[in-house]
């Protein structure tokens, strides 16, 4: 079995929904009908599980080690990606068309070694054949030094032969609306998802996620393919912080 399930917004209901439940779902008939081996997508963030999308993974992932230690002939891998080189590309157009990158704080924190799709797909087939991989929590980022914001801006502007031109947000802005969405979520639950929501903002803005680095695949050369040709097929969605 392999499960790529993750929740579309990170909200509290759709995580433990999808994240957790759904997930055992899968684990739970697939481990009916046979199968013995369960290759998870999981993700390094739940390293440090400050939102419930990341305790909901850490539920499952508890569930699925709980399982190889009743029955010897059942196996997981639990795959850590840092993040995908297409969450990174969210700004590309607006640099692209002429307007300064956004980068919260000084741009030193929440350094990356992101991954392609390509060579994380590579990393989670190999996790059923390679008994190395079997049992064990498998962290993993892209190739090349772990970069922050700023660095990735610079990048962008080289590639578009651009002056760099940045716009700075101050962290403490999300701390005011999140206190405020907190409090407000008290009067009206409606609203805890919208708090949980900019609690999420802000964890990617200021956490690092950094892995073993695996693959070929450079960010560099993904923003190239980006610039050409537009991220058709990759759209984040509901999951983009930046939108163009």
Aim: glycine letters at 8%; charged letters at 25%; a negative charge.
């Amino acid at each position: 079995m392999v499960s790529c399930l993750a929740s579309r917004t990170g909200g509290i209901e759709d995580s433990n929904k999808i994240d957790y439940q759904a997930t055992l779902n899968c684990l739970e008939e697939g481990y009916a009908t046979g199968s013995r081996h369960f290759i998870l997508l999981s993700a390094i963030c739940v390293e440090k599980p400050l939102l419930e999308f990341q305790r909901a993974k850490l539920r499952f992932e508890a569930k699925l080690q709980e399982l190889a230690e009743k029955d010897e002939s059942f196996s997981y891998s639990i795959v850590r990606p840092t993040a995908f080189f297409k969450s990174l590309a969210g700004q590309v157009k607006r640099v692209k068309d002429g307007s300064a990158y956004i980068m919260f704080g000084d741009g030193e924190l929440s350094k990356c070694n992101a991954i392609s799709e390509r060579d994380l797909a590579d990393f989670i087939a190999n996790c059923a054949s390679d008994p190395s991989k079997r049992n064990q929590i498998l962290p993993v980022g892209g190739p090349g030094k772990p970069v922050t914001p700023k660095e990735q801006a610079e990048i962008l502007f080289r590639l578009l032969d651009k002056e760099p031109k940045f716009s700075k947000a101050p962290i403490g802005v999300m701390d005011v609306g999140i206190s405020v969405l907190d409090f407000v979520s008290k009067l009206l639950p409606g609203v805890k998802d919208a708090a949980e929501f900019a609690r999420i903002g802000k964890y990617y803005a200021v956490e690092d996620m950094v892995g073993p680095e695996y693959g070929s695949d450079t960010l560099e050369d993904f923003f190239t393919d980006v610039i050409e040709n537009g991220l058709e097929g990759q759209e984040l969605g509901s999951a983009a912080v930046f939108s163009d």
